[in-house]
């Protein structure tokens, strides 16, 4: 059965359970199957282009929308909203957009609608009673069901090309991996244009038949609220995210309790955080793994498995290689870029078909971009990223490492390290912080910190203290956006 039968099913056999809670309502699966019949009449009224577009907030109206493009056998072109109005406009063209699923509210935050561009917007629609019977076309196994951007952090975005089977086959690989049923309830704030809000907080509920509660902006406060009030099983959040609710004031420690998985991705977890959070929850946070061009997840770790950095083994159907950069394949322990290969990695990047050459090899593995190592049992360890490796005196460098030990110092809040040119070593490292509330910035103390844990070479020439890192929509920390020295 594809992706939407199973979520269709889902609606029609348990019409009255919830399926979404959202900041504004409860939706019941018959709700939202009949929201989604609604929508759909109303874009295939609009337009007849393959693609269409859908800016939302993260709530149930985004599965509805989904529902309703794939019920036409069109693809869904999720909007990522905090992106600059340029490069909005730049998706749209290069998705070939005349229309798009929204709401006010996002049209006013972006500006209004892009050139070329024609709301569909839900306040419009009546979602009362069933609608003229709409029967679902469905995406075949092969059929493009989304294009979701990246973020840009180099050149504009690229549309990643993922297939009805990359997604499907995605849910399934973490339903078995992780041993979800319909007795789990996910507890999400990641937004829906991104891979893991898709996938893994909006998709995989539907599809399996357990509750998904969304909240559209991090609050830590209300995150524990939430939990407290529903009781999920399933957290997914950034490292940032889990050292904001671990800094929440006047909680007994209990809130968490019925957590079987909170899952970290998007960037490196400190062993600070990681400690902080278990301390006052006594939960352990995994790491996770994956991009959106692997749909999104290629490796999780469960908690009987926890080790600290590990990302876990390879999910059912996907091969994964370390392999050094003059392409031999490294043994076990050693250090090399990820490439992934499986059902779920991308068809391509749109309209880039060289890139998309390029962002496999010759045996069909896609080239992550990412460094890491396997361990004896299998595990993977992320160690950096390849363009973000320094050079210094030809030794290889990792900002991660260095981030770690700046991230154990008690004033440190975050930290980013970029390489700067240097005439006697190549480059050398320079550190920016962002500090916790009230702690006072000693780059002597911070440097003496480094000196201390690291050898000289890696050690930060200069820290400098910025109010805040600069990030994406999904928190990670956006080096390219980093003062250049």
């Known amino acids: 059965m594809g992706l939407l039968g199973s979520i269709v099913r889902q609606c029609i056999l348990r019409p009255a359970s919830i399926a979404v809670v959202d900041d504004q309502k409860q939706w019941r699966r018959i709700e939202l199957l009949i929201a989604a019949m609604h929508i759909a009449r109303a874009v295939d009224d609009a337009t007849s282009a393959p693609r269409v577009g859908v800016l939302l907030p993260t709530s149930g109206m985004f599965p509805a929308a989904a529902m309703a493009t794939w019920m036409l056998g069109r693809t869904v072109v999720p909007i990522n909203y905090l992106l600059s ?22 049209l006013d935050l972006i500006g ?4 070329g561009v024609r709301p569909i917007s839900l306040e419009s629609l009546s979602f009362r009673g069933v609608p003229p019977l709409l029967w679902p076309r469905g995406l075949a196994s092969g059929d493009l069901a989304a294009v979701l951007y990246t973020s840009g952090t180099s050149g504009k975005p690229k549309g990643v090309m993922l297939t009805e089977e990359n997604l499907r086959t995605n849910i399934n690989q973490v339903v078995s991996r992780a041993r979800f049923n319909r007795q789990d309830s996910v507890l999400g704030v990641l937004p829906q244009f991104h891979s893991f809000g898709l996938t ?42 889990y050292n904001a609710i671990a800094s929440v004031r006047d909680t007994s420690g209990d809130e968490l309790a019925s957590l079987r998985y909170a899952v970290s991705g998007g960037e490196p977890l400190s062993q600070a955080v990681s400690d902080a959070f278990y301390a006052k929850f006594r939960v352990r946070i ?13 490796n999780w770790c469960r908690p009987e498995e926890y080790r600290f950095r590990s990302v876990g083994r390879p999910v059912d159907g996907v091969s994964e290689r370390i392999v050094a950069s003059d392409g ?70 990792f900002p991660r490492e260095i981030e770690e030990v700046l991230n154990r110092h008690a004033a440190v809040k975050d930290s980013a390290v970029i390489g700067a040119a240097d005439a006697s070593r190549g480059e050398v490292p320079v550190a920016f912080v962002e500090l916790n509330p009230d702690a006072q910035f000693d780059e002597g103390a911070l440097r ?3 000196r201390e844990h690291l050898p000289p070479y890696k050690c930060p020439r200069e820290v400098m203290v910025l109010a805040s890192l600069p990030r994406n929509a999904t928190g990670k920390i956006m080096r390219r956006q980093l003062p250049t020295l």
């Open 328 to 397: 031999r394949e490294m043994p076990q322990g050693e250090e090399g870029e990820i490439r992934i290969k499986g059902p779920n990695v991308m068809r391509g990047y749109l309209n880039l078909p060289e890139e998309s050459a390029q962002a496999f090899d010759d045996e069909g593995y896609f080239r992550t971009g990412d460094m890491g190592k396997f361990d004896a049992d299998g595990h993977l360890f992320i160690t950096g990223r390849i363009k973000e490796m320094l050079i210094i005196s030809g030794e290889n460098v």
């Open 286 to 298: 995994s790491e996770g793994y994956g991009l959106t061009e692997t749909a999104p997840v290629s």
């Open 112 to 115: 209004g609608a892009p050139a």
């Open 200 to 241: 893994i907080l909006t998709l995989l509920p539907l599809a399996i038949g357990c509750k998904a509660v969304y909240t559209a902006r991090f609050i830590p406060k209300r995150i524990i609220e939430l939990a407290k009030r529903h009781h999920p099983t399933v957290f997914v959040g950034i490292p940032s995210m």
């Open 448 to 450: 003496q910190h480094c």
């Open 85 to 106: 109005r340029s490069d909005i406009e730049f998706i749209c063209r290069d998705a070939g957009l005349d229309c798009c699923i929204t709401v006010k509210p996002m």
